[in-house]
Nanobody, 121 residues
């Protein structure tokens, strides 16, 4: 099982980025994005349930970020608009076999490598 994340970069405040996470080896009930800034805990950003496309967001990204999935490519995306400096972090994709949504990173069994997102003012 492998999760491959990509799409990070250095942008200015107000810009957009799209992160991608391709999954191979199995299908999952839930795929999610977490982020971790220096000196902070890994925090939930967004999740999507594969079966019914239900989506969930952390409050600070609601209205700015959008999670979606491509069933054929077995890939999940995180469209990030109107980025702010507080969005600067390493972003990780994660997955769990169960379709139950969880906001705690400990509940996710599979992880991709992180991709750095840096937003400058």
């Amino acid at each position: 099982v492998q999760l491959q994340a990509s799409g990070g970069g250095l942008v200015q405040a107000g810009d957009s980025l799209r992160l991608s996470c391709s999954a191979s080896g199995r299908t999952f009930g839930v795929m999610a994005w977490f982020r971790q800034a220096p000196g902070k805990w890994r925090e939930f950003v967004a999740a999507i349930r594969w079966s019914d496309l239900s989506t969930y967001y952390e409050d600070s990204v609601k209205g700015r970020f959008s999670i979606s999935r491509d069933n054929v490519k077995n890939t999940v995306y995180l469209q990030m608009n109107n980025l702010i400096t507080d969005d600067t972090a390493v972003y990780y994709c994660a997955a769990r076999p169960s379709p139950v949504i969880h906001y705690q990173y400990q509940q996710y069994n599979y992880w991709g490598q992180g991709t750095q997102v840096t937003v400058s003012s």
